[in-house]
């Protein structure tokens, strides 16, 4: 599956990747959310994938933490 593999490459990365990789997707649903409010966004449905995304980026960085710990 699609989200298994995104997974599994958020796993390999570095904590300096992943913090990296947080800061590009909150920009994105930050310039999303801006597409939004000024009816410029064609796929709404990006707004929730990126949210999960970043979800699931915190959740690896989480993880990490706690095995360092």
């Given at each position: ?6 997974i599994?490459?958020?796993?390999s ?5 992943l913090?990296?990789?947080l800061?590009d997707?909150?920009k994105e ?10 009816n ?5 449905a ?12 915190q ?10 710990a």
């Amino acid at each position: 599956m699609k989200t298994n593999k995104y997974i599994e490459s958020l796993n390999s990365k570095t904590t300096a990747e992943l913090a990296k990789d947080l800061t590009d997707a909150k920009k994105e649903l930050f310039n999303l959310r801006f597409q939004n409010a000024t009816n410029q966004l064609d796929n709404t449905a990006r707004i929730q994938e990126v949210r999960r995304n970043i979800a699931r980026i915190q959740t690896v960085m989480t993880k990490k933490a706690k095995a360092e710990a």
